[in-house]
């Protein structure tokens, strides 16, 4: 039997049935760009196509052209997002609480977000905002009573409850009584200020650092002199003798047993910055720079900006990247007001930031810790001026003694 061509116009419509169609005769080249519409699929079972587990370097939903990039499943109810391979942040469902990890290491580290559990309900919530505060706060029982609020950071107060104001201080403020307090406050100074008591739970005594006349030869030697007392001489201290009970100013402490030590300068060398007589730090106007560069906001002050990171140098990159030069506050910020001169603390010219610094408490050889007031332990052969109250034995050639 001889074929011939039929026209599309000669078919009659619904003349094609399932019957006329050999399986496998109809390619992807037959059927027209946009042919197959939704209506055309009415019945065609839609269930999801389930995909391998994967793992962090071949991850099962991924990119074609960044393979080591996506998502994976590491175990049941989990699912691992992977980013160069290395797993970045895990979901895990089969935890209580319900969990999100990130950059977890496997042995401990890394950053954990738990969710409330079904008995433990709390709240932990981040803020910050342009020209405000950022503040952690923590709801205890989704702040549903009076007292369930804590917040810590640079904002004065809550979300919602005070104004959040960015401050040059670190605040610690609590709820209580249908208002919130700030209850502690953290200066960049590094003044510490409470609402209320301080309480030093085992220790008793007031002292101050005062540096040896004469080093002492070593470690031994330091613990000879604890609970020996000393003197004045030359705006140093030297062990007392006999006969200048009078002149006695304390006495020798170990570290870690005083309820307050002045003086220890634990965080950095004392002249890291000018100061005039008084002590009080001197500043100086500086240029903040600032510029965009693959999505990260760079910021930096004009002489300081970190080795290894190159600033914008033409005018196209400067246009391209947002560089900005500023030396003044850009909007009101706290107790500063736009236009106000940016201001920091003035380096010594002396202060070699190449130098390891090591406190004073780590330099007894040096520095001697002085009690000056309260309850010290004594040596019974040291000079102990007549004013001073025996309390009571507390070892062998031991006394406690109330110093005033």
Do not use: C
């Not at 049941?76 to 609480?97: E, Q, R, S, Y």
């Not at 200066?187 to 650092?209: I, L, P, R």
């Not at 706290?334 to 010594?348: E, F, I, P, V």
Request: no cysteine; net charge negative; proline share 3%.
């Amino acid at each position: 039997m001889s074929k011939t061509t039929i026209p599309t116009g000669g078919l009659a419509d619904s003349a094609v049935t399932t019957a006329k169609i050999t399986d496998g005769t109809i390619a992807t080249a037959d059927i027209a760009d946009s042919a197959v519409t939704a209506a055309k699929t009415s019945g065609v079972a839609t269930d999801l196509q389930a995909v391998a587990d994967g793992s962090a370097g071949s991850p099962s939903i991924a990119n074609s052209g960044d393979t080591n990039t996506g998502i994976f499943f590491p175990a049941a109810d989990k699912v691992g997002i992977t980013t160069a391979g290395n797993l970045n942040t895990t979901f895990l469902g089969d935890a209580n609480p319900q969990q999100i990890q990130f950059n977890a290491s496997g042995g401990g580290d890394g950053i954990f977000h738990f969710g409330p559990g079904g008995d433990a309900p709390a709240v932990l919530l981040l803020s910050a905002f342009e020209a405000k505060g950022s503040s952690i706060e923590f709801f205890q029982d989704q702040g549903d009573d009076n007292a369930d609020k804590w917040a810590i950071g640079n904002a004065a107060g809550f979300r919602g409850v005070d104004a959040t104001l960015a401050q040059e201080n670190f605040f610690f403020t609590d709820t209580d009584g249908g208002s919130s307090d700030n209850e502690a406050k953290l200066e960049h100074s590094g003044a510490w200020s409470t609402e209320g008591a301080q309480n030093a739970s085992t220790t008793v005594d007031y002292a101050e650092f005062f540096e040896w006349k004469t080093e002492l030869a070593s470690d031994d030697k330091v613990t000879e002199t604890y609970g020996m007392t000393v003197v004045l001489d030359e705006g140093k201290v030297r062990l007392a003798e006999a006969g200048e009970e009078a002149k006695v100013l304390g006495v020798i402490r170990p570290n870690g047993t005083s309820a307050m030590v002045g003086g220890s300068h634990t965080f950095k060398w004392k002249n890291k910055y000018e100061t005039d007589v008084w002590g009080v730090v001197q500043k100086e106007n500086y240029t903040q720079v600032t510029w965009m560069e693959d999505n990260v906001k760079h910021s930096y002050p004009k002489d300081r900006i970190p080795s290894g990171i190159t600033p914008p140098s033409t005018d196209e990159e400067k246009t391209a990247k947002k560089y900005v030069e500023r030396n003044t506050y850009a909007r009101d910020k706290g107790s500063h007001k736009k236009g106000d001169l940016l201001m920091r603390k003035k380096l010594n010219s002396s202060y070699d930031a190449s130098k390891t610094y090591v406190d004073r408490e780590h330099r007894r050889k040096e520095w001697a810790i002085v009690g000056l007031l309260g309850q010290v332990p004594i040596r019974d052969t040291a000079v102990i001026p007549t004013t001073w109250t025996k309390m009571k034995n507390v070892g062998t050639g031991i006394d406690l003694y109330f110093i005033k």
